[in-house]
């Protein structure tokens, strides 16, 4: 097994966790579910939002379901030139999260609405961190 496998294998396992979450437990506080966000709890006042936002999770959910899958086949039946594109991009695509969800999340979590507080910042790193592995595996 390649190290960009062995990342990337990682990653799926990662991202997996966090779709049994989606699926099975969204209001879980584990494994990136969205049981942080004290909306999640707000929304099930409202069971037409708390269906929209159930929607919503579920097809993040199938959405992550479905890079996993195609970084499950680029592994096993890929060849290196084509595994080294394919993490290539799928590192901009984890980085489009600093445009839009990490300013989000980071304004919510400073006015309250995210517990554990800094979880923002947990995630920011968590995600960096990542990035940078991904890059090195396609660098190695």
Known sequence: MTIIQIVVSGFVLLELSNVLMLYFAPGSKNANAVGVFRAWEKSKQDPEIHDFVRYLVYWVAGTKLIFILLLIAIILFADAATQRISVLALIVAILSFYWRLFPLIRKM???????????????????????????IAVMI
């Open 109 to 135: 979590d400073q006015s309250g609405q995210i517990e554990p507080k800094n979880y923002s910042i947990v995630l920011g790193v968590m995600i960096f961190v990542f990035v940078m592995v991904l890059l």
